[in-house]
């Protein structure tokens, strides 16, 4: 099977691995290659498979503006052919294996993921190589691909939750790229090009802006070799930081509704400007934002507007993870939208003015500390882990030290990420459904027509 | 058993399924499985009860759902809340789901505090209350839920399309129930529903993670041991389905920007022997590039921009489903023609032996696969024994696909993927009104 597809040369003798293992009770290792690349690997050996991630740090906040859905189309075009396999002998093979794949991108990174059975690690590692090393991007494929982005992307627009996320995203990002979905719209992806690919992988796809993680039926010191082996070459690259969104805080809030009168419900979404994933307040916020609109049947909003007057199946809010500051957002579905826009407000500016309790701290507490290992007993769950502390920096010791952070995480300073994080008054809001400004009641905001 | 699917049993890291799994049953009735996996401190626990939109008749479909979100209300012992309370408090994940043939219920829980979730669920199995008031409010919740439905178009193609697809077979009611007997439900009929299909004898619990079986037997006992069983003799609607005489249409035109094709045959349910075939046939046309579907109406035609396949079938005779994102609207007929030539073509030639060594080496993976999450294996557990009242079906069904000949699937689309049969739906833009 191997000798599908020509492989580059890699001269093993050059790389000299930087051993970075810290004094883990997990099996959980990490190295960094000399031109930067950064291998972490998970051994978990109880069943004889294996879970391949690879990540470049650039994802959709690269992209001009007007050429939106750059990162996202390359992303899908690595599986579609390199310089010596087709993308029909590449799906033939991994089909083959049994294997599971795909890839993307989001707005902070691209990625390619793969899922094997253990004796099949050396193909997928070869395979990971070709597609990130020589993505060739052949005329009829992007073609293709480019024609599939836009159908889902004119698919987007009947389903009314996308409708009212796209249009929210518009108003608060302006002419920042979050103002776009991460595929792109109508207009931006019949202009890109295939050079556009190929710009955007020469120039993020070098060693010092990427990693991969290895979780499952593997030796890491096996692993650091294979690895080095095919990328010890690779050469570094300058890496450049994506632009940040200005803050935007209208005056007063903004309220734009989309007339539908086919709906018997009314979506809404309303919020403001965000927090970067990488800001000190993080695990405040996050405990902030799960009292007030995690789950919908125990947190604040879920509460008022579900449990205690029936008024939405699916009530919540969050702030958006991404490493520039994105939106904090609630969003609802009702056939009551008064109603239900005057709990979440209230249940906002109470939070807001008065903070959460400290039971209510207690219960997030144990909430995030408890359903923590949760999250990283599968393959899946540790690879996810790891993706996410590699990308957002937050250390190798994460899944130790985040409990013992969440628990460390006092009243004040929830109530001080409330204060400063949360805007009553200044949202942006986007309404669609069979609705008029009276039948609202919002008061003294602006109409957006 | 094939020479690889031995190879794998045989690594001591996957030793057969089997040798995890112990099961026992209560006096009372309730059968109980067990999964041993102790790789992370991690228990899931699983109720599900027979019942789901197979059970209900016109008039009150979608009452078993309408129940499953009253049991998270009241019971004599807790108040509305405190089920969600008290597992978020300890960091669990839990849920409910309601189906065609059953209603579960799980937790996902620390180790050292799974005894919480049995005893929630002995609670939620014999306890609950249904107060007036309650439900007024959770039955607004759940015709909100209904509405989501109503505004995306897609469902609607998919009720219209399993609505013609059967004519009297309790398939054609969608689980969610229809908006009219939604809107009529009554605190009364939801009690009768619990009174009739909640208790021991009609439920499967699944138990699976960082367990031991001695542990799991006490501890079940004592939460469950007392509470009465009542079997409850489910009707069975195997063969209610009048053979299809003719091709069914439905056209739907709706607020879309993209066309949806659907085309379905009926195809046989578990009893006969050759129902698997079914899944090796869906995959060899329609699951990934290589599939013929994909690429006779995406690569060699550029007719379509996306093409799925598969076949639903959990017990009773159930649908093979092609699902086709049309470039437009006008080439739904030329994509019809494509497709039943395939079809054709599935009848008269023999696939090729990599197309069909694809198929079994996919299911063979996914044997290993399915077993990296603990509250997967359990839904699989579950729903296997609760559908077809046997747990190893889902290990017999990958021993099949392995056997599976190039002869059987001839035969079988032969016999089931004819014109007579089909059934086809499209979802399509509204005509634009002249003003």
Sequence with gaps: MKNNFALVILPFASCILMSANSLLSLPLYRDTLDNGLVILTYEDHRLPMVDISFTCRAGAAFDPVEKAGIASLCAQMLLRGTKSISADSLASILDFLGARYYSGADFDHSYVYLRLLAKDLSTGL?????????????????????????????????????????EFDRLLFGNHRYALPVRGDTNTIPKITIDDLHQFHQKQFVPNNCFIVVVGDVEHENIKDEVARRFGFWQRGMVESAVAPAPILPEKTKVKIITRNDMNQTYIQFGHSGISALNPDLIPVRLMSYILGGPPLSSRMGLAVREYAGLAYDVRCW????????????????????????????????????????????????????????????????????DNL???G???????????????????????????????????????????????????????? | MSLILLFLLSNSLSEPIESRIFEFKLKNGLEVIGYVDSSAPVVSVNIYYRVGSYDEQTGHTGISHMLEHMTFKHTDIY??????????????????????????????????RWELALKLEAARMARCIFPDSEFESEHQVVAEERRLWDNRPTSTLWEQFEAIANLVHPHRNPTIGWS?????????????????????????????????????????????????????KRADYYNIEPEPAGERRVTIRKRVSVPTLLIGFPTPGIRDSLYIIGDVIASILGAGRNSRLYRALVLDSALATSVSAWNSVEKDPGLMYFMITPKSETLIPRIERIVYQELERIKNEPVTERELTRVKNRVIADYIFERDDVSGIAYLLATSHITTGNWRTFIDQIAQVEQATPEQIMRFAEKYLTENRRIVGILIPEKKEPK
Excluded at chain 2, 81 to 108: K, Q
Aim: hydrophobic letters at 35%; proline letters at 5%; zero cysteines.
């Design chain 1, 394 to 449: 937050y250390g190798i010791d994460w899944l130790e030290t985040f409990p013992e952070k969440v628990r460390a995480t006092t009243l004040e300073q929830v109530n001080k990420a409330a204060k400063e994080h949360l805007k009553p008054d200044h949202y942006i809001m986007v309404i669609m459904g069979n609705v008029t400004k009276e039948d609202l009641s919002l008061g003294d905001v602006e109409w957006i027509e």
């Design chain 1, 126 to 166: 070869d395979i990971i190589a070709d597609i990130v090393l020589n993505p060739a991007f052949p005329k009829p494929e992007f073609d293709r691909a480019r024609e599939e982005a836009l159908t889902a992307a004119r698919r987007s627009y009947d389903n009314p939750s996308a409708v009212v996320s796209m």
């Design chain 1, 390 to 392: 590699e990308l957002y």
């Design chain 2, 180 to 232: 009219d007997d939604v809107a009529n439900y009554t605190v009364e009929k939801v009690r009768e529903w619990y009174q009739r299909y909640y208790n021991p004898a009609n439920a499967v619990l699944v138990i699976a993670g960082d367990i031991r079986p001695a542990e799991v037997r006490a501890k079940v006992k004592r939460y469950f041991g007392k509470v009465k069983g009542r079997p409850v």
């Design chain 2, 79 to 112: 108040k509305p809340g405190d089920f969600d309370r008290i597992l978020d408090s300890v960091g669990a994940f839990n849920n409910g789901f309601t189906s065609t043939y059953y209603t579960g219920y799980y937790e996902e829980i620390a180790r050292d």
């Design chain 1, 319 to 386: 702030f958006d993870r991404r490493l520039l500051p994105g939106a904090f957002r609630a969003t609802v579905q009702t056939a009551k939208p008064k109603e239900a826009i005057a709990k979440m407000f209230g249940e906002v500016r109470k939070m807001h003015e008065s903070g959460a309790t400290p039971q209510e701290l207690l219960k997030a507490h144990n909430y995030f500390t408890g359903s923590f290992p949760l999250t990283y007993s599968s393959n899946q769950g540790k690879l996810d882990q790891l």
